[in-house]
């Protein structure tokens, strides 16, 4: 297998494709770095501890993931209109100027503030991800979509782990250090980015198309989209089992520590970039989307079923490339739904499905804690820590369900996109 980028075309140099990818990791460092530091920041500002610092903890995460669900397609319409350049660099610079401001914060609102507008500025991934459609062929977006979650999976190992370094300088150091990450990155654009969407592929901007719950709808009509949305949908809520219980479930299971815990964040994080890097690429060319999906969706079914029934430490470790190789099933619909979309609506899709993983980041938390809460609380007439994943494993057979009942069998190869009025 090659670690090459893809090859660019004429219209966007080969650094442009490597610089969306280096955005994107850019992001997750941003989101990592802040990561160790939030429950000492939030009793820095309101004298809480842990327990009672929790519920604000879980608004921020809220505040942003209904942020981003509501303004993903807008920003996705917005990179169709005007091109993937300034939107990618806007986001960039206004995700600079919020961790300034939640790094000066002195109430918890502005906090939540704060992290509603890091949401509105999500663009990043969603547009970095609109740009390499624009310059891969079809049949090589599998391998290109792998480099963009590679790029998340590095900085999702890098971020947390600089965090944990910089908050020996105080709880609001890894926020100043993302503010200038992003800066720079900004900066980096505006002098070496060039733009991927001619003009004549533009097309005109559409409020309707901004609403995310129309977006979704007219997505979902397309051919061969509606399907692969629904699995999308319902693998996104299962997988955010793992944001949602995963420390509380080390804890609870193992008496972990906190660097134990993230400890496992950071081998899954670097098993998820290789993954995504070099996996699905790989796979996708041998096997096909269709079965890269279907491969995906059954390893993550199979690893949330053992995770359901609470195994001893080796086995949580061991598994854990399984849990990555299921993580491929996302990206590989992505592509799939991409090779059947009009070059003028990539933009869209790539803001539906921000959206979408905004909306189920939203609403997977408080299913997940409520379950474990249930069922791990001392004197639980059935004690199963374990039976979020559960509930989890079985969404992922659903959503294997879904696409292998679905009418389509190209076997993932590219499908000429739907021709679709500018609008």
Known sequence: MSAALPPASAAAPRRGIAFAVGVVAVDAMGIGLAMPVIPELLHEIS??????????GGWMVFAYAAAMFLCGPLLGDLSDRFGRRPVLIAALATLALDYLIAAAAQSLWLLILARAVAGMAGATHSTAAAYVADVTPPEKRAAAFGWIGGGFGVGFVA?????????????????LAAAGLCAAA????????PESLPKDRRRAFSWRGANPFPALAEAARLPGIGALLAATAVFMFAFNVYPAIWAF????????????????LAAFGLFMGAA???????????????????????????????????PAVWVIFAILPLVAVGDLAPMAMAAMM???????????????????????AALAPPVFTAIFE????????????????????????AALAIVALSRDRSGGKAAPPETTPAG
């Open 47 to 56: 004298g809480l501890g842990p327990a009672a610092a929790a519920p604000w």
């Open 159 to 175: 971020g947390p782990a600089l965090g944990g370094l910089l908050a020996t300088l105080g709880p609001r150091a890894p926020f």
């Open 186 to 193: 900004a900066v980096a654009g505006l002098i070496w980015l």
């Open 249 to 264: 479930y080390l804890i609870e299971l193992h008496g972990w520590t906190a660097a134990g815990v993230g400890l496992s």
């Open 276 to 310: 995504q890097a070099f996996g699905l690429g790989w796979t996708s060319a041998r096997i096909g989307l269709r079965n890269t999906v279907l491969m995906g969706l059954g390893f993550s079914a199979l690893t949330l079923g053992i995770y359901a029934f609470g």
């Open 338 to 360: 991409s090779a059947r979309v009009a070059e003028d609506r990539q933009g869209r899709l790539q803001g539906v499905l921000a959206s979408l993983q905004g909306l189920t």
């Open 374 to 397: 249930v069922f791990a609380r001392p004197g639980a007439s059935l004690r199963a820590p374990g039976a979020p994943f559960a509930l989890s494993a079985a969404l992922a057979l």
